[in-house]
């Protein structure tokens, strides 16, 4: 059987929507590398996405070889925080620190990625695949929508994300600032680019008691 994290969890990757709409997220697994800086020039961010992808493939064959089941590597996505949200909105890009992720079906174990980045390594010990790990993520409830277009066309969706319907509906972060990468830029025109900006959110709570 051949599993997609697309069809398993359409509403997730599947975002149509080009307006914030909430939806819950369940617990997702996922790989995952972290990094910092701006991701167009530094050669960390290439090399951490590199790593990414390779180890997904290795793991998609140790999953193979254990059942004879596969799966289809996702879209790249990521997590981005700044001490200052704002630098978002202003694309200061050098200020942006990262965690790079791929998602995994539920068919996936530990032992796949285990096995998985053992055979990468054994193949390229000089890459930053040793730096991969398994994460759990639990984002609950989020706000989330469709971009297409250039990513530096973000700035003005995530200010009215920021700056007016989370204080109009008494939300706060929750998280970082997810994204998932529809289209690849290497094929795809930047006006034609799709991707999926999502928002964990909670209610800001009460005030302390004096």
Known sequence: ?????????????????????????????FLAIDGAGDPNTS??????????????????????????DTFVVGPLEGLWTSD???????????????TMLIALPPVVEEADVTAGQAAA????PASRIGDVRLEIRAEGRCLQVLHVGPYDDEGPILARLHDELMPASGLT?????????????RRVAPARLRTVLRQPVRPVGPPATP
Not at 57 to 66: E, G, I, P, S, T
Not at 121 to 124: C, F, I, T, V
């Open 1 to 29: 059987m051949n599993h997609d994290v697309k069809a398993i969890w359409p509403q997730l990757y599947r975002e149509r929507r080009p307006d914030w709409a909430h939806v819950e997220v369940p617990d997702l697994r």
């Open 43 to 68: 050669s960390a961010y290439s090399e951490a996405v590199a790593a990414l992808y390779t180890l997904g493939y290795a793991v998609r064959a140790a999953l193979k070889a254990r059942t004879g």
């Open 84 to 98: 200052d949200p704002g630098s978002f909105v202003r694309r200061e890009k050098d200020e942006w620190r990262w």
């Open 121 to 124: 390594l054994a193949r390229r």
């Open 173 to 185: 972060w929750n998280g970082p600032h997810h994204e998932i990468y529809l289209g690849d830029p």
